[in-house]
C-alpha cells in the first residue's frame, strides 16, 4: 500500500504558486473542461501549496477564471511589485 501512495505521490504535478495554477486551469478550459471538472482535476492530480489552496480554491477564485481574462489582478500586482524591486537596485 505504501509504495503505491508513494508513486501516486511522485507522479502528482506540483502546483505551488498562483502563476502555475492559473496556467493549468486556463490550460484545461481551452480542453473543454468547466470550472467545477477543472478544479476537480487539479485536486485529484497536483500537490498543492496551502497558499494555492487558500487563494484560488477556497476563497472561490477559481469560479471567477476563464479563457478570455488575462492575467490576474493579485498576479498583476506581484509583477508590480516585482519589477519595481528589481528597478531599484539599479
Not at 33 to 46: P, V
Not at 49 to 77: C, F, W
Amino acid at each position: 500500500m505504501e509504495d503505491k501512495l508513494l508513486d501516486c505521490a511522485e507522479a502528482s504535478y506540483e502546483v505551488f504558486d498562483r502563476f502555475t495554477f492559473d496556467y493549468l486551469f486556463k490550460k484545461l478550459l481551452a480542453d473543454g473542461y468547466d470550472n467545477e471538472q477543472a478544479k476537480d482535476f487539479i485536486i485529484c492530480n497536483c500537490k498543492l501549496s496551502a497558499l494555492v489552496t487558500q487563494e484560488r480554491l477556497d476563497n472561490g477564485y477559481y469560479k471567477k477564471i476563464n479563457l478570455a481574462d488575462g492575467t490576474a489582478p493579485d498576479l498583476l500586482e506581484l509583477y508590480q511589485e516585482a519589477f519595481i524591486k528589481m528597478m531599484s537596485r539599479n
